[in-house]
């Protein structure tokens, strides 16, 4: 069942994401590879922080493996 109104989920964390909250939209291809105007996704701010850290530590390492939606 559908809940229109019912907030985004954080991909990352798999909480909803309430409006209001700090969020950060993630793009899925690293705008220097051209993913400028690309898919992105919402996340929790400090998800999106987590991330980042990650992705600084261990490039080669993707947490993020989401299929788009649509
Ligand atoms: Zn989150």
Do not use: E, I, P, V
């Given at each position: 069942m559908d809940q229109p109104d019912a907030p985004p989920l954080c991909p990352l964390c798999d909480r909803p994401i309430p409006p209001g909250a700090p969020q950060s939209l993630h793009h899925l291809v690293p705008k220097?590879?051209?993913g400028k105007g690309g898919p992105t996704v919402l996340l929790h701010q400090i998800c999106g922080?987590?991330?980042?850290?990650?992705?600084?530590l261990s490039p080669r390492k993707s947490l993020l493996c989401l299929p788009s939606r649509g």
């Open positions: 220097l590879r051209g922080l987590m991330y980042q850290a990650h992705q600084a």
